[in-house]
């Protein structure tokens, strides 16, 4: 494996990510049936997807291998009001298929943590489906754990 570089994602990245995203949202989609069948495909999602990558509150990083984006993670930090020590939140964190268990998430995961730790972050907090074995086991490697539940009624 070449060396895996981790950088601030740029407009010029887009289109590696939509397809990132679009294997994250697949990845998901099974564990939740209310999530749409192919919500990047619209035009709207695209559209927030590249203004989060330009945001200037929110860290968007890549993983680039050979000049190719082979994972990326976003966040911000939470609203500041509402914790005694900021907090971090990863919104999205994906790793392509053909690359995983090689480490990316964790050089991903490293990157982000010093950005929060730079804004004051005392915690980073994600969301994650509990079905989604191979991310939580990642997550818990890393030393998050399990500190809420999430409840949802079907109408």
Known sequence: MSEIIIRK????DFDSILKLAKQLWDTEKVFFSNLKDDYFAD?????????NILKRKNHF??????????????????????YKKKVGYIDQIVVDEE???????????????KIMKKYGCGYIELNAFKQNLPAVECYKKYGFKEYSVFYMKEL
């Open 9 to 12: 994602a740029k407009k010029s």
């Open 61 to 82: 990083l890549v993983a680039e291998e050979n000049n190719k984006i082979i994972g990326y993670i976003y966040g911000y930090v939470s609203r500041a009001d509402l």
């Open 99 to 113: 690359y995983r268990r090689q480490g990316i998430c964790n050089k991903l995961m490293d990157s982000f943590t």
């Open 43 to 51: 035009e709207q999602a695209k559209s927030l997807l590249l203004k």
